[in-house]
């Protein structure tokens, strides 16, 4: 199981930190990602961060704004989020996936958190 945590509104240009709790499962073991969707948008890949922690991928959109880690210690994965703009508006994702796989491909990750919903305003 997936939970996450941490969204909110927020203006443009300031910062949220998001949680994602997992249970369940061997977290170690998983790489894991953020994703988010948007009203009206398709399913948009945002950050991946390795089993260690030491390999990690982000979005284009997001490179140098945001940055994933993860406390293997208290099975959390984090996605910073720093300069935040309007159009990072959506409800963002949590998800475990294959233990070698850090990229962008939604049915590479096999659990899904239900989501929490971050709003930026101009």
């Known amino acids: 199981q997936l939970v996450e945590s941490g969204g909110g509104l927020v203006q443009a240009g300031g910062s949220l930190r998001l949680s994602c709790a997992a249970s369940g499962r061997t977290f170690g073991s998983y790489s894991m990602g953020w994703f988010r969707q948007a009203p009206g948008k398709e399913r948009e890949f945002v950050a991946a961060?390795?089993?260690?922690?030491?390999?990690?991928n982000y979005a284009d959109s997001v490179e140098g704004r945001f940055t994933i880690s993860r406390d293997n210690a208290k099975n959390t994965v984090y996605l910073q989020m720093n300069s935040l703009k309007p159009e990072d508006t959506a409800v963002y994702c949590c998800?475990?996936?294959?233990?070698?796989?850090?990229?962008?491909?939604?049915?590479?990750?096999?659990?899904w958190g239900q989501g929490t919903q971050v709003t930026v305003s101009s």
């Open positions: 961060i390795s089993r260690s922690g030491g390999s990690t």
């Open positions: 998800a475990s996936g294959n233990p070698y796989y850090i990229g962008s491909a939604p049915d590479k990750y096999n659990y």
